[in-house]
Nanobody, 127 residues
């Protein structure tokens, strides 16, 4: 089991930036993907960005060009750099890990296939 601990959430004004971090521990495996999900009350958890063990990335359209997912294997940390935030980005953000066999990064953004979740970090954006 992989343990994940997010940090970096907070309150920003529209147009501002935040960098989320996710410290991981335990055996993440040689073939895996790690993702950022977000969820607002009453809606399903949405996978917005993912990165695999080789550093390949994929984003949902709303995140592409504004958000950047990255990982530092030496620090065992996953990041999400978020720029030009809008009120629509306000949500609880979760870090996630799953085993991944290279069948397409889309599956890494599906909540039902996730092996490990963090506890979440809250992002609020004021207009």
């Amino acid at each position: 089991q992989v343990q994940l601990v997010e940090s970096g959430g907070g309150s920003v004004q529209a147009g501002g930036s935040l960098r989320l971090s996710c410290a991981y521990s335990g055996f993440i495996g040689n073939y895996y993907c790690m993702s950022w999900f977000r969820q607002v009350d009453g809606k399903e958890r949405e996978g917005i960005a993912t990165i695999d063990n080789d550093g390949n990335t994929e984003y949902v359209p709303s995140a592409k060009g504004r958000f950047t997912i990255s990982k530092d294997n030496a620090k065992k940390t996953l990041y999400l750099e978020m720029n030009n935030l809008t009120p629509e980005d306000a949500a609880m953000y979760y870090c996630a890990h799953r085993r991944y066999g290279g069948s397409g990064l889309y599956i890494c953004r599906q909540a039902h296939g996730i092996d490990s979740w963090g506890q979440g970090t809250l992002v609020t954006v004021s207009s």
